[in-house]
């Protein structure tokens, strides 16, 4: 076993990952027994309190155990895997709570969020490498493929969601932001047409494709409907329009709007979620939603770990009819 210790990283960091490491890559099998903290702190020229912490942290994250009589060894076999998500919300908490189910015990997800970080997504993958067996991954971009991802042996590497760039050596289970979504609107065009206007509602701080705009707007080209596209200067809302909304925020400053005013969801406006979550069936009698399946997705993710069988595939974008429009 190499360590390589740098100025980057603390001898504690260096020591951990160093073991992590030679266990994933079955260098370290199942109950060998590892150096005792006075043999190890001599090897490798370190304290017995850096030792310590080292194991004390890999004991922790269940790679490793203890026992008065054999000391530190490599615990039972264990795949550990990194779900690296964009942001929270309720459809990715859906997305986790169906991935995980579908994993075995002897399976630990770790979950972070990059938060469209970019140098924070390459901090992560970077300081992850030795420590995951399998990585799930939302890439930070919809149109460019983050070369920290590159390090990462193909094999290894499923990419969710976002996926309008050259993946062709890479597993992804994506979702179509531009024809599946012109899709979805001509799905929903029969309830549209008792509205005058569509407004979709596409603030510049979310990190929705932009391509999108484009295909909403040759929808209502195609079917001959007045429309706006608003980003933060919406003064009020209007009569007889139906406001798609991207960034859930705004659905509510929407409902919102149309309840001071007594206006009536799906009758003097209507109003379309994009993604779908829970609430939004109770909210108002039901607020519609276009989205992907996103417990599908958690699903699809699980089996692509446990099975390691290549996929390449775009889940479908649903409309979820309900009475908002």
């Given at each position: 076993m190499e360590i390589n210790f740098s100025n980057s990283r603390s001898k504690v960091q260096a020591l951990t990952e160093a073991i992590s490491a030679s266990i994933i890559t079955g260098e370290f099998g199942d109950g060998d027994n590892l150096l005792s903290i006075n043999d190890a702190s001599r090897k490798y020229a370190v304290s017995r309190d850096t030792v310590f912490k080292a194991y004390s942290d890999l004991k922790r994250r269940g790679l490793i155990d203890s026992s008065p009589m054999k000391g530190y060894f490599v615990k039972s076999e264990v795949t550990h895997v990194l779900l690296l998500l964009d942001t929270y919300s309720p459809f990715k908490q859906n997305l986790y709570n169906c991935f995980v189910a579908r994993l075995p015990e002897n399976y630990k997800v770790d979950l972070i969020f990059h938060q469209y970080n970019e140098r924070l997504f390459e901090t992560i993958v970077k300081d992850s490498l030795s420590r995951y067996n399998m990585f799930v991954v939302m890439n930070f971009s919809n149109i460019q493929f983050s070369a920290a991802l590159r390090?990462?042996?193909?094999?290894?590497?499923?990419?969710?969601?976002?996926?309008?760039?050259?993946?062709?050596?890479?597993?992804?289970?994506?979702?179509?932001?531009?024809?599946?979504?012109?899709?979805?609107?001509?799905?929903?065009?029969?309830?549209?047409?008792?509205?005058?206007?569509?407004s979709l509602v596409f603030p510049p701080q979310v990190s929705h494709p932009e391509s999108a705009v484009d295909h909403f707007q040759r929808f209502c080209n195609d079917y001959h409907f007045e429309y706006k596209v608003y980003n933060n200067d919406r003064n009020g809302i209007q009569k007889f329009t139906t406001y798609i909304c991207i960034d859930p925020g705004d659905l509510v400053k929407i409902i919102k709007e149309a309840d001071a005013l007594g206006w009536e969801i799906g009758r003097e406006i209507g109003v379309v979620a994009y993604n779908d979550n829970p609430i939004l069936e109770v909210i108002k009698n039901g607020i519609t939603a276009i989205s992907v399946d996103f417990g599908l997705m958690g699903e699809m993710a699980a089996a692509y770990v446990l099975n390691k069988k290549p996929v390449q595939e775009f889940l479908p974008t649903n409309v979820i009819l309900r009475k908002s429009v």
């Open positions: 390090s990462i042996p193909s094999g290894k590497l499923l990419l969710l969601d976002f996926g309008d760039f050259e993946k062709d050596g890479y597993s992804y289970i994506c979702q179509n932001f531009d024809q599946s979504f012109y899709d979805a609107l001509v799905i929903l065009e029969p309830s549209l047409q008792k509205y005058r206007q569509l």
